[in-house]
């Protein structure tokens, strides 16, 4: 029992799966593996439902102009032209059209919008989907004159982004090494356009 209530403080769905686990094992004794086989099922299933559905936060600046997430920031804002969202996950075909609907949700919620920079450190790997789903995105951006840029993404995304040409599309330019870079040369480009 000990072990169960440590799961469900640690995350309430593991809490579920150990308690689900549990009253199925209990009920299809003497034949406990039936119990065991529903845990697993329904560790995966809660496994995949956390992967479809990664955490994407909407980021502002802080008093220390470093980059943070909204929540709890005081008002200092980035300039109304320029949005950014964390994405803490690999993008690959489970989640692609989660992030998706949150760049293009972002996009029609700020009109004014020129320049969405996806904080990429929380991306350890991409795959053809979420390249796929980046092109359509830096697409329909361009068409409506917004820019998409990147800061701290990792080597091994960009070499796959470079080996299929999105890299290139997306442009040399908006690829930022850090995000203290990004924000520097972003709220530097915008200082100019006024």
Known sequence: ?????????????????????????IASAPSIQFGILAGMLLSIALLLFR????????????????????????????????????????????????????????????????????????INEIDASGIEMLRNVQERFQLNDISLGFSGIKRQVREVMDRT????RIGAANFFATDREALDELVRRFAQTR
Request: overall charge negative.
């Open 165 to 168: 040409g999105l890299g290139e």
């Open 51 to 122: 992967m479809m559905r990664p955490r994407i936060s909407a980021i502002g600046n802080a008093v220390d102009d470093e980059l943070r997430d909204k929540e709890g920031l005081l008002p200092s804002a980035l300039p109304p032209k320029l949005a950014a969202l964390r994405f803490d996950r690999s993008l690959f075909f489970v989640n692609a059209s989660y992030f998706e609907e949150a760049l293009i949700e972002l996009e029609r919620n700020n009109p004014q919008l020129e320049y969405v920079l996806v904080i990429a450190s929380g």
């Open 1 to 25: 029992f000990e072990s169960v209530a440590k799961s469900w403080r640690a995350r309430g769905d593991d809490g579920i799966a150990a308690v689900t686990t549990f009253v199925i094992t």
